[in-house]
C-alpha cells in the first residue's frame, strides 16, 4: 500500500534499531513506504542516545547487537529513565527462537515481540495496532475514577496489564481473577475500552447482588406470566449489551442451572427469555471475574467444569496489594487528589507517619481498604495534612462496632461458639455485624440479611464461614 492511501500515520517518527546494515535497510525502506517517518541506530547505546533528545510513536529494536543482551538492556534503560520516551511503546525482534528472551522482553515493558527473518505483514499488522492503540497512560488519568486499580509502576502491575492489553484486542472470553478488593471490574472495563467493542454497551452484574431466583429473569429477560408478578414482557441485561461487553462478577456464586443457560448463550450466541421457547440471538463478548479457586468448585460439584474450560480461554490474574507495594503511594497520591477535589478539602499530602503506617499494613482489603483509607483520611484530616490518626488504619476501617453481648452471638442453631478474630480489623467488624444482626433476627438468615442490605446467600455464606450455624468455620465467602 502506498504512503498516501495509509490511514495509519505515526504521529512521530519511528526508531528502527539494528546492527545489520542490510535488515535495516530493508525495515528502513519497508516501514517508508507505509507513510512513516524514519529514524535508524546500529546499537542500543546510540538509540538510548537519540531517546533522550525526541520522542519517537515506536522503537523497533533487535534484541542482540553488540552484547548477547543489547537489546533488553536498553529497553530496561529506556523505561526506568525519565526520558521522552519512557512510555513509548518498543517491539522487540530476534533471529533466535528463544522464549527466554520474549519473556524477558515482554516483563521489561515491550508491547511486543517478533522473530526474524520478519514477516512483513505481521509487522505492519502490529505496527498499525500499537499505533491504533489508546496509551496506556490513559488508564491513569482522574477521569477514570476513584475507584479504579489501574495505576501502577511494579512490575506485578505492569505483566497484569500486558496481558490485560494482549486480549483486549480479540474477542475471546476472558476470566478475572484476585482477591475481593483487587479491582477486577476495573480490569473489566479497561480490556472493553482498549476492544473492538469499545464503543458499545458495557453491562456490569453482581452475581452475588441478584438471589438466584432472579438472575436468569435479569440477564436474559422475561415474558409475561413466566412467574408470580411478570406482568408483561422484558428484555434481559445480555440484550441490553448486543454488541457489547457483559461482566459477570463473582461467577463462582451462580446455581449449576444457571451456568448450564449461560454456557448455551457463551457457546452458541442463543438465550431463551424466562417462561419462552423462542430463541433470541444474542452477539455479547462475555468477561467474567472471581475471588475462588473454580476448579476447587468443579471437584465439589459446584461449577460446571464446561463452563469453566469457557471461560478461561484468556485468564488475567489481579495481584494482591501486598503484592504490590511498590504501587501503595502512587495510589495513595491518586486517591487523596481524588478525594480531597470530591470533599472540597485542602489537603495537599500524607506526613511521613501517615505514609508508614500505609506502607506497614498488609491491606487484606486490598485497593479497595486503601481507598476507603484515604477518603477516611481526607475527611477527618484538620488542615493540608492526612496524619496516621486521620486514617485509623491501626484501629480498623472506621467507627468502633459496640461489642455485643457473647449470649447474643449464639443464633438459637448455633451450639458452638463464634470463631474469634483478630480485635479491631475489618473482618472482625463485619463478623460483629453479621452476629448481631443474625443473633437479633432469631437466626432468620432472610431477615438477617435484609437488615444488612446483602443477599441471603451472602448471608449464610457468612453464618456458615463464622460457626453461627454449627458449621465448621472456613475461609471461603469474602464479601466484595
Not at 525482534?93 to 526474524?116: C, I, N, P, R, S
Request: hydrophobic share 40%.
Amino acid at each position: 500500500m502506498a504512503a498516501a492511501e495509509n490511514p495509519i500515520i505515526a504521529e512521530n517518527p519511528i526508531l528502527i534499531v539494528d546492527d545489520e546494515p542490510d535488515h535495516l535497510f530493508m525495515l528502513k525502506s519497508a516501514v517508508g513506504d507505509w507513510g512513516h517517518a524514519i529514524e535508524t541506530a546500529v546499537c542500543g547505546e546510540d538509540a538510548f542516545r537519540m531517546a533522550g533528545e525526541r520522542v519517537y510513536s515506536l522503537i523497533l529494536m533487535d534484541v542482540r547487537m553488540k552484547t548477547p543482551k543489547d537489546g533488553l538492556e536498553t529497553l530496561a534503560r529506556l523505561h526506568d529513565g525519565t526520558g521522552p520516551n519512557r512510555r513509548t511503546p518498543v517491539v522487540i525482534m530476534t533471529a533466535f527462537a528463544d522464549w527466554q528472551d520474549a519473556v524477558d522482553a515482554l516483563k521489561g515493558g515491550a508491547v511486543d515481540y517478533l522473530g526474524k527473518p520478519l514477516d512483513l505483514d505481521v509487522l505492519r499488522h502490529s505496527i498499525d495496532n500499537i499505533l491504533l492503540r489508546p496509551a496506556v497512560t490513559e488508564v491513569r488519568a482522574p477521569e477514570e475514577g476513584a475507584a479504579s486499580g489501574l495505576i501502577g509502576e511494579s512490575q506485578a502491575f505492569k505483566d497484569m496489564l500486558d496481558i490485560a492489553l494482549r486480549v483486549a484486542e480479540s474477542e475471546a472470553t476472558v476470566l478475572i481473577t484476585g482477591e475481593s478488593g483487587t479491582g477486577k471490574e476495573e480490569v473489566a472495563k479497561f480490556i472493553q475500552r482498549n476492544s473492538p467493542r469499545a464503543g458499545e454497551n458495557f453491562v456490569s452484574i453482581n452475581c452475588t447482588a441478584i438471589s438466584e431466583t432472579l438472575i436468569e429473569s435479569e440477564l436474559f429477560g422475561f415474558v409475561r406470566g413466566a412467574f408470580t408478578g411478570a406482568e408483561g414482557k422484558r428484555d434481559g441485561r445480555l440484550m441490553a449489551a448486543d454488541r457489547g461487553t457483559v461482566f459477570l462478577d463473582e461467577i463462582g456464586d451462580t446455581s449449576n442451572s444457571f451456568q448450564a443457560k449461560l454456557l448455551r448463550a457463551i457457546q452458541e450466541g442463543e438465550i431463551q427469555r424466562v417462561g419462552s421457547d423462542e430463541v433470541l440471538k444474542v452477539d455479547v463478548r462475555f468477561i467474567a471475574a472471581t475471588n475462588k479457586d473454580l476448579e476447587k468448585l468443579v471437584k465439589q460439584g459446584l461449577f460446571r467444569e464446561d463452563l469453566l474450560y469457557r471461560l478461561n480461554v484468556v485468564i488475567v490474574p489481579l495481584p494482591p496489594l501486598r503484592e504490590r507495594t511498590g504501587d501503595l503511594k502512587l495510589l495513595a497520591e491518586h486517591f487523596l487528589k481524588t478525594y480531597a477535589a470530591k470533599n472540597k478539602k485542602p489537603v495537599k499530602t500524607l506526613s511521613e507517619g501517615a505514609m508508614k503506617a500505609l506502607m506497614d499494613h498488609s491491606w487484606p482489603g486490598n485497593i479497595r481498604e486503601l481507598q476507603n483509607a484515604v477518603e477516611r483520611g481526607v475527611i477527618l484530616a484538620r488542615g493540608d495534612v492526612v496524619t496516621e490518626r486521620d486514617l485509623q488504619i491501626r484501629l480498623g476501617a472506621g467507627p468502633s462496632v459496640p461489642q455485643p453481648d457473647p449470649a447474643a452471638l449464639q443464633a438459637p442453631d448455633a451450639p458452638r461458639p463464634v470463631q474469634p478474630l483478630a480485635k479491631g480489623t475489618l473482618e472482625e467488624m463485619e463478623r460483629l455485624a453479621v452476629a448481631e444482626a443474625y443473633a437479633n433476627a432469631g437466626g432468620n438468615k432472610t431477615k438477617a440479611a435484609e437488615k444488612l442490605g446483602v443477599t441471603r446467600k451472602t448471608l449464610a455464606a457468612k453464618v456458615k464461614k463464622w460457626g453461627m450455624d454449627g458449621t465448621p468455620s472456613g475461609n471461603d465467602g469474602a464479601w466484595g
